[in-house]
């Protein structure tokens, strides 16, 4: 009888209007990993770490009152894992996303003023052990220039016309804050062996939204905007070098049975310096080790 019942509420999955409908079929996945969910007549009793404290990662204790909301960090967390990976959890992701070809445009705005179109293709082999073993492969096409900015894993080098080459420390800042300060960076946050805990509740514009603080072993810190209603990350911000960052998230859809925001908007302070469309985004696509090593052609 359980089993039909839940069943039949993933089979309806695409017909939730409601966030509760979805809250029930994740709890029911949840329970099934291992996750403690109460129902709407009890209350949530684990404490609440002290100040400084790193919230542990022991999703067996968890245990949820949806009347409250969700609570800690952890529990943004391993909701908003589920929503991106459609309700298969890490495992499907790992599975889907083995490799990332990402194509599409880039608008960037310069510091006086000017503003430049490239192309752009991203392509990544995913490790299952951390953010920090990925291989990325970042190539970038401008007007009258191309090159790729490449993390084997280990280090950051650049590419151009089949030589390495070593990127100035604004280009190596910038690639590093896609990696580093991305939503990979909160879906991951247990693999990378980050710190999570959630700050407090906002609205902006009106939307109730859960903000939670990663923070990984760098000492990197990224605050995550995740909706109420849909669990999706609407906006992150961090800072780098004294300057706030803020990166907004718009245009969600499922690619390959995961979400995927397809446009982003950075501002560096109060000024847009960055609009990053995707045209084109593909998983499990075959890709070459050879790509992620110095003596390669240049070419995406």
């Known amino acids: 009888m359980i089993i039909f ?3 039949s509420l993933i089979n309806h999955w695409r017909n939730f209007k409601k966030l509760h409908f979805k809250i029930l079929l994740i709890s029911g996945l949840l329970m099934l990993s291992g996750f ?3 129902g709407a007549q009890e209350k949530f009793d684990e404490k609440t770490p002290k100040e400084g404290q790193t919230e542990k990662p022991s999703a067996t204790q968890e245990k949820i009152d949806f009347r409250k909301g969700l609570t800690t960090g952890i529990q943004v967390g391993e909701f908003a894992i589920l929503i991106y990976s459609n309700a298969t959890g890490r495992p499907g992701l790992n599975q889907i996303r083995k490799t990332t070809v990402e194509i599409g445009k880039i608008q960037t ?14 392509r990544v082999v995913r490790s299952e052990d951390s953010l920090y073993k990925e291989k990325i492969r970042f190539y970038q096409k401008f007007p009258d220039a191309a090159y790729s900015l490449v993390y084997d894993g280990n280090k950051i080098f650049g590419l151009f016309d089949n030589a390495v080459f070593t990127p100035t420390e604004d280009a190596v800042g910038k690639f590093e804050n896609r990696i580093w300060h991305g939503i990979e960076a909160l879906l991951r946050y247990k693999e990378n062996g980050s710190q999570i805990k959630l700050e407090t509740e906002e609205k902006i514009l009106g939307v109730p939204l859960y903000v939670v603080e990663v923070t990984d072993k760098e000492m990197r810190k990224t605050k995550f905007y995740v909706s109420k209603k849909s669990l999706r990350v609407m906006m992150l911000t961090y800072e780098d070098r004294g300057i706030k960052y803020r990166r907004k998230f718009y245009d969600h859809n499922i690619a390959q049975g995961t979400l995927v925001p397809y446009r982003s908007v950075l501002w560096a302070e109060n000024k847009i310096v960055e609009e990053k469309d995707i045209s084109t985004i593909t998983f499990g696509q075959p890709l070459d080790d050879g ?7 240049n070419t995406p």
């Open 5 to 7: 019942a839940f069943v």
């Open 291 to 297: 790509i992620f090593e110095g003596a390669v052609a």
């Open 36 to 38: 403690s969910v109460v």
């Open 109 to 122: 705005t310069n510091a006086d003023g000017s503003v430049v179109t490239s192309d752009y293709e991203n």
